[in-house]
């Protein structure tokens, strides 16, 4: 079974940085995906981290540590349309088997 | 990319109808759909996996004859919610892993389906 953890919501103003924070306890690890949501809507993919370090993507980034069980979700220059939640998905066993999604993490971004 | 849709976008029923979701793979094949459940300001809940050609398997606590899911084709998989209910009424998202990459687990997922059972 997984035990995914992640804030419920957090607020942050437009054009700061914000660090959403991710912590899993998985039987196994394959890596961890991060999704964005935005309400009403299907999710769609940020990032997907199989190796420990910070991978860069344009204004968001995404670091693992498969030590300590723990990625964050680095996101730039915040703008009005980053306002979403971002799902932390932890896969457990490598090949055919579903995404399952921490309880993700409600950003608000303000002026 | 990969592209995924579902039909309808959104639907009302009446109570003790049943209601039918399609998911489709439109550029890809998919042996293997999931079938998500989203109640407001909550989080994706797997019901269940879609197996090309094969029962689908349930999670933990979702009524298989209430939930019925077939997966006739390598693109098609539906999802009917039998005899709904007001309490049925949520975002059904299904999602789709293209067949052949066994190592990677990215999943594309569909636009959702809104149901409102009153």
């Known amino acids: 079974g997984q035990n995914i953890d992640q804030p419920t919501e957090m607020t942050a103003t437009e054009g700061a940085i914000v660090q959403i924070n991710c912590t899993y306890q998985?039987?196994?690890?394959?890596?961890l995906f991060w999704y964005q949501q935005h309400a009403g809507e299907a999710p769609t993919f940020l990032s997907y981290n199989v190796l420990d370090g910070l991978e860069e993507k344009g204004r968001f980034s995404s670091f693992l540590s498969r030590s300590k069980g723990y990625s964050y979700l680095l996101l730039k220059e915040l703008q009005m349309k980053d306002s979403a939640s971002y799902l932390c998905?932890?896969?457990?066993?490598?090949?055919?088997?579903?995404?399952?999604f921490g309880k993700g993490t409600r950003l608000s971004v303000i002026a | 990319g990969a592209v995924v849709s579902q039909h309808p976008s959104r639907v009302i029923c009446k109570s003790g109808t049943s209601v039918k979701i399609e998911c489709r793979s439109l550029d890809f094949q998919a042996t293997t759909m999931f079938w998500y459940r989203q109640f407001p300001k909550q989080s994706l809940m797997l019901m269940a996996t879609?197996?090309?050609?094969?029962?689908?398997?349930?999670e933990q606590g979702v009524e298989k004859d209430k939930f019925l899911i077939n997966h006739a084709s390598l693109t098609l998989s539906t999802l009917t919610v039998t005899s709904a209910h007001p309490e049925d009424s949520s975002f059904y998202i299904c999602s789709a892993r293209e067949a052949g990459l066994s190592s990677y687990n990215e999943q594309f997922f569909g636009p959702g389906t809104r149901l409102t059972v009153l």
């Open positions: 879609s197996n090309e050609g094969s029962k689908a398997t349930y």
């Open positions: 998905a932890p896969v457990e066993v490598e090949g055919n088997t579903p995404l399952v």
């Open positions: 998985t039987s196994g690890f394959n890596g």
